[in-house]
């Protein structure tokens, strides 16, 4: 290697404490930034090219560069997100944290290679003003990550010529990710909608026309239906009402037979005023002063149970359901059913 390659190593050598700075500083900016504006990736990573890394590379085309600086891979950046779409917000955060020199930087989706599936990163060479060296940032989805791995481990793309059969192979297998790359950002797109479209549903009242799943359930959750029952309850003790999750219900409700939120709706309309009653006589002798948010829903269910015939076995099944099966299930469902028995529920 000539006097001029070794100079460039020698000024390697003298600026690895800021490519570590840099190493610590640019991984955490962006981090933070992915996080401020709720993108999930599954890395950010970084890399200082290595002295023997850049020393063959110096080896092989030492006189394209005159200093350190001109060499834009010293320092490198990976984000991996899981969406197709989500590069292109992640490019619009990049933009604006860092100087981009657009004449170097190269969009590889635009390539539309056939066998480019594994690297059609987008690639940004940046600048930080805090730092001298320009670097490079790559993005690209999982799977994307993940075909490149895989071909950098079989050897494909290193210029050894492999048998037709197996380019052929290997082309129709980046065809199929490519086509689930895309498939998943379009199935998030499309729940995002159909998750908007059941909320505007809830919100206009339109639950005869919102099927009872996952999704639905917690839009009509969100709507807080059981409230007005709640501070009722509350009430009767000037008690304090502690928020609990309430999605557990929804298998209840699933084997009420409910189908669509009206369904649900028309249970709690029907019984909400037995359930009340149920937790007068369960409050009115003690002097509790907190009471959990699902008690109206709980006795809701418990007295949908009895007047449905369900009996006591009905009650150990429901509390089996929403507290995980125990044997104090059963001592449980024993009272309650004693006590709505007493005031005729």
Known sequence: ??????????????????LERMLVEIPALLREALAKNGILVTAVDARIKTEESLRGKLELKGNKYATLSDITDIFGGRIITFYTDDVD??????????????????????????DSFGYNSLHYICR????????????????????????????????????????????????????????????????????????????????DDVLLDGDTFNSYLQARPFDSLNKRIAAINQAEIQEVPLIRYLPVFVAFGCKTLGDVQRLVKQYSEDAYRLARHQLGNTDLD????????????????????GGKMGLVRFFDAINGHNTQNEAIADMTFNLAKSIQL
């Open 1 to 18: 290697m000539d006097l001029h390659c070794e100079m460039i190593l020698e000024e390697y050598r003298e600026a690895k404490p800021i």
């Open 89 to 114: 917000r992640i490019a619009a955060i990049v933009e604006q944290l860092f100087e981009i020199d657009w004449d170097n930087s190269v969009d590889k989706r635009m390539l539309h290679q056939l």
């Open 128 to 207: 930080m003003p805090e730092f001298p060296f320009r670097f490079e940032l790559q993005l690209r989805t999982t799977l994307q990550h993940a075909w490149a791995s895989i071909n950098h481990d079989i050897g494909y793309k290193t210029g050894v010529e492999i048998p037709r059969e197996y380019l052929r192979r290997i082309n129709r297998l980046a065809g199929i990710l490519e086509m689930a790359d895309d498939e998943f950002s379009r199935i998030r797109s499309e729940i995002t909608d159909y998750r908007r479209r059941v909320q505007q549903l809830v919100q206009n009242g339109k639950l």
């Open 290 to 309: 907190i009471i959990s948010s699902a008690v109206g829903v709980q006795n809701i269910c418990i007295v949908c149970i009895l007047a449905t015939g």
